[in-house]
């Protein structure tokens, strides 16, 4: 049974940071892309970060690069976002995704909400 527990998620000043954890469970983690996506109320969900498997090649959308880091630990079967410098527009549910590189077998969490407000 696929499962992921997302966690890390909350309450920020602008400018503050914080740590958003997947941890995955029920299938071969390291070999699939992990990304976190995020969705703000009114608008459609979009990529944030990617990072493969193997290489661990971290992949940035434009508004979040040089402030938000993702990286993996696949001997924890974990992802990780680290989110620095945090602005109202990154207010969003962000969702922890796993797609296979060949077949494209996708699963996703259930998401966690990162508020960013004064």
């Known amino acids: 049974q696929v499962q992921f527990v997302e966690s890390g998620g909350g309450l920020v000043q602008p400018g503050g940071s914080l740590r958003l954890s997947c941890v995955a469970s029920?299938?071969?983690?390291?070999?699939?892309?992990m990304s976190w996506y995020r969705q703000a109320p009114g608008k459609e969900r979009e990529l944030v970060a990617s990072?493969?498997?193997?290489?661990?090649?971290?992949t940035y959308a434009d508004s979040v690069k040089g402030r938000f880091t993702i990286s993996r630990d696949n001997a924890k079967n974990t992802v990780y976002l680290q989110m620095n410098s945090l602005k109202p527009e990154d207010t969003a549910v962000y969702y922890c995704?796993?797609?296979?590189?060949?077949?494209?077998?996708?699963?996703w969490g259930q998401g966690t909400q990162v508020t960013v407000s004064a």
């Open positions: 995704k796993a797609r296979h590189p060949w077949t494209t077998e996708t699963y």
């Open positions: 990072i493969t498997g193997p290489g661990g090649t971290p």
């Open positions: 029920g299938f071969t983690f390291s070999i699939y892309v």
